[in-house]
């Protein structure tokens, strides 16, 4: 399974833990676990992406 797979289902989990609260607090932890696996997953795309057109050439 594709690391940003399981990244994916990480963000997926924290969001069904949230509780939507009318006004998210940028100090709420799942908004910070939310920010941080969103910057994770861009950067683990990024490298998937970078990987595969390697491997192609």
Not at 35 to 53: A, C, F, I, N, P
């Amino acid at each position: 399974m594709l690391q940003s797979v399981k990244i994916q289902k990480a963000i997926d989990a924290v969001e069904d833990a949230c509780g939507h609260c009318p006004v998210c607090s940028p100090d709420c932890p799942l908004a910070i676990c939310k920010r941080q696996l969103g910057g994770l997953l861009y950067d683990v795309k990024q490298m998937e992406e970078m990987s595969s057109t390697s491997e192609c050439s």
